[in-house]
């Protein structure tokens, strides 16, 4: 029988929260009289949590252990969760419990009640992050809206209901550069927000840091839009004519007034200042060259190495 509900709970090295996760997510479902699962991905956890969702899986048929082969990436995890749940309705929860599962049954009754294909979770606080952490991620997101073609809600995390719909359409974008985020909003779809508080980590450290963080801003940006291509375009065309503008006024600064060039200074300065703007364009292709490279070679987006479920071995 097909379950209504499949939660999706990625994890990278997550022991020291998987218990008391594993304890809050059933507390909350089994209260639900519904047919659910749960999917634990672990994206290539060094610690013992392959072992702990191991033992779960098999001792309860609700729940599934995958392991991918190595670390993908949280992204990644979430497309290898994708590809296996069942349920009409799927949830993304962190392993972190930074989104309280205690807020499902009202992202179901929204569901139902609403008739839309997505419940989005929007962030009202943020605590226990920092305050850089809070404003790179305001600035993120406004830039981005700024650059692409679609708007991407602010606030909004991997902290969603979608229904079978969404997830088949998730599925149909086979891009290897995965700016999840992104490609929910791409989806489009009939959308509903709730508002909710995010919480601090119960234990453990983040496993994305600030590098992987401005790595995946980058991505976002450069997945959904073109424009730095055009800045780069734009900064070139005006250096020309900085360039062009300023011939000018050495041949008649030398021609009728006579002055004597002395050019050392200036031209190390048009040099340099030009290097710079050729080198940030020739960057920034660059990136999307690398993009192409990527995609071209059709890598299949993550590996599992084991898949434990005592329903499949039973
Ligand atoms: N995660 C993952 N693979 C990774 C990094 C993170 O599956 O390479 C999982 C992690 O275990 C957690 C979720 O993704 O369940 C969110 O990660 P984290 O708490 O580090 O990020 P943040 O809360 O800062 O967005
Ligand atoms: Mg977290």
Redesign the pocket.
């Known amino acids: 029988m097909t379950p209504e509900l499949s939660i999706i709970?990625?994890?990278?090295?997550?022991i020291e929260v998987l218990e008391i996760c594993h304890k809050r997510v059933t507390d909350v479902l089994n209260k639900l009289n519904l047919e659910y699962e749960i999917l634990y991905?672990d994206?290539g956890s060094k610690d013992e949590s392959a072992q702990f969702i191991t033992a779960l899986a098999k001792d309860d048929a609700r729940v599934k252990a995958i392991l991918l082969s190595r670390?993908f990436?949280?992204e990644a995890?979430l497309s290898a969760g994708f590809d296996f749940a069942l349920g009409d309705a799927v949830i993304i929860l962190?392993?972190?419990l930074?989104d309280p599962p205690e807020l499902i049954p009202e992202m179901l009754k929204v569901y139902k009640e609403k008739d839309v294909d997505t419940v989005l979770m929007k962030r009202t606080i943020r605590d226990g992050e920092s305050m850089a952490k809070k404003q790179s991620a305001y600035w993120f997101y406004r830039i981005l809206n700024k650059l692409s073609d679609f708007h991407i809600p602010e606030d909004v995390?991997d902290f969603r209901l979608m229904n079978r719909k969404t997830v088949q359409a998730l599925q149909k974008l086979p891009e290897r550069n995965r700016y999840t985020k992104g490609l929910f909003a791409w989806i489009g779809m009939d959308t509903y927000t709730l508002e909710y508080q995010r919480e601090p980590?119960v234990a453990g450290i983040?496993?994305?840091n600030y590098a992987s963080l401005f790595q995946l801003a980058f991505e976002g940006i450069s997945s959904f839009s073109i424009h730095p291509l055009r800045v780069s375009t734009i900064l070139g065309v005006i250096s020309a004519l900085f360039g062009f503008v300023f011939g000018l006024y050495i041949a008649f600064k030398s021609l009728l007034l006579g002055d004597p060039v002395h050019g050392y200074p200036s031209t190390m300065a048009i040099i340099t200042f030009l290097g710079g703007v050729q080198l940030l364009g020739i960057g920034i292709v660059g990136e999307y060259i690398g993009k192409i490279y990527i995609e071209s070679k059709q890598r299949p987006i993550y590996l599992v190495k084991k898949l434990i479920s005592k329903k499949d071995n039973s």
């Open positions: 709970i990625p994890l990278y090295n997550e991905i994206d670390n990436g949280k995890a962190d392993a972190d930074q995390g980590r983040a496993k994305q």
